[in-house]
C-alpha cells in the first residue's frame, strides 16, 4: 500500500525554461545563444547542485565557460538563472488532493539559489509537502541510489510504500530498482490517470 509519494518539481510541479535563461544571457553578454547553449558548464552544474560548488563559484565559472572576454554581469546572470523557472503546473493540484491523504514529499535535483530564492518565495506547493530532499542537501544527485535511499529515511519509509513521480525515466527506472514504484510523468492528466491505476485516486 502507498503511503508516501515523491514529486520531482522542475518539469511535474513547474514549467521549466531554458531557452529564456540562454536568451537573456546572450542579450546580455552579447554572445550567440547557440555558443551560450554549447558552453553550459555541465560538470560544473553537477557539482553545484551537489552542494560543492555555492553560487558565487557558480556564477563565476558560468562567466568564465563563456567566450573570452566575457562582460555578464553579476546581476544578469542571476537575473537569467530565475528566467529558468516558469508557472506552477496543473500538477499542483493533484498534489494537493493528495496531500490529505498521503505523506508528500519533494525530490529533485536542484540547486540553493533556485530554492531559497525562488521557489520558497514564488510557489504554493512548498507549503503543501511534509518535506524536501535536495540533492545540493545531501550530496548526491538523481538517478543514484543513495539519494532514494535518504529520501526513505527522512520520510521514514519502506520502499514498497512509496511512489516517485518525474519526467525523466532515468531517474523513475532508477527508483524501481530499489523497489519503488514509479510513474513516469507526462502531463498532468496522464499522471491522474496512472494514480487511477494504482488505486491511489478513485477518479480523474
Same mark, same amino acid.
Given at each position: 500500500?502507498?503511503?508516501?509519494?515523491?514529486?520531482?518539481?522542475?518539469?511535474?510541479?513547474?514549467?521549466?525554461?531554458?531557452?529564456?535563461?540562454?536568451?537573456?544571457?546572450?542579450?546580455?553578454?552579447?554572445?550567440?545563444?547557440?555558443?551560450?547553449?554549447?558552453?553550459?558548464?555541465?560538470?560544473?552544474?553537477?557539482?553545484?547542485?551537489?552542494?560543492?560548488? %555555492?553560487?558565487?563559484?557558480?556564477?563565476? &565559472?558560468?562567466?568564465?565557460?563563456?567566450?573570452?572576454?566575457?562582460?555578464?554581469?553579476?546581476?544578469?546572470?542571476?537575473?537569467?538563472?530565475?528566467?529558468?523557472?516558469?508557472?506552477?503546473?496543473? &500538477?499542483?493540484?493533484?498534489?494537493?488532493?493528495?496531500?490529505?491523504?498521503?505523506?508528500?514529499?519533494?525530490?529533485? %535535483? &536542484?540547486?540553493?539559489?533556485?530554492?531559497?530564492?525562488?521557489?520558497?518565495?514564488?510557489?504554493?506547493?512548498?507549503?503543501?509537502?511534509?518535506?524536501?530532499?535536495?540533492?545540493?542537501?545531501?550530496?548526491?544527485?538523481?538517478?543514484?541510489?543513495?539519494?532514494?535511499?535518504?529520501?526513505?529515511?527522512?520520510?521514514?519509509?519502506?520502499?514498497?510504500?512509496?511512489?516517485?513521480?518525474?519526467?525523466?525515466?532515468?531517474?523513475?527506472?532508477?527508483?524501481?530498482?530499489?523497489?519503488?514504484?514509479?510513474?513516469?510523468?507526462?502531463?498532468?492528466?496522464?499522471?491522474?490517470?496512472?494514480?487511477?491505476?494504482?488505486?491511489?485516486?478513485?477518479?480523474?
Amino acid at each position: 500500500m502507498i503511503k508516501t509519494i515523491f514529486f520531482d518539481i522542475g518539469g511535474v510541479l513547474i514549467d521549466i525554461h531554458p531557452e529564456r535563461t540562454y536568451q537573456y544571457l546572450s542579450d546580455s553578454a552579447d554572445v550567440e545563444v547557440s555558443m551560450v547553449k554549447e558552453s553550459f558548464p555541465w560538470d560544473a552544474h553537477d557539482q553545484y547542485e551537489r552542494g560543492i560548488m %555555492n553560487n558565487e563559484d557558480w556564477f563565476i &565559472t558560468y562567466k568564465e565557460s563563456l567566450p573570452q572576454p566575457c562582460c555578464l554581469k553579476r546581476s544578469d546572470f542571476w537575473n537569467a538563472w530565475k528566467l529558468l523557472l516558469g508557472e506552477e503546473k496543473n &500538477t499542483v493540484n493533484i498534489l494537493e488532493a493528495l496531500n490529505k491523504q498521503y505523506s508528500i514529499w519533494l525530490l529533485s %535535483n &536542484t540547486n540553493p539559489k533556485h530554492i531559497q530564492d525562488e521557489i520558497e518565495k514564488r510557489y504554493l506547493f512548498p507549503s503543501l509537502v511534509n518535506g524536501a530532499v535536495y540533492s545540493f542537501d545531501v550530496g548526491v544527485r538523481k538517478p543514484e541510489k543513495e539519494i532514494y535511499e535518504i529520501a526513505m529515511q527522512r520520510a521514514n519509509a519502506n520502499p514498497q510504500e512509496c511512489l516517485f513521480i518525474d519526467d525523466l525515466l532515468e531517474n523513475i527506472q532508477a527508483a524501481k530498482q530499489i523497489g519503488i514504484e514509479g510513474v513516469h510523468f507526462i502531463s498532468s492528466e496522464q499522471l491522474k490517470q496512472e494514480l487511477v491505476h494504482l488505486g491511489i485516486i478513485n477518479e480523474y
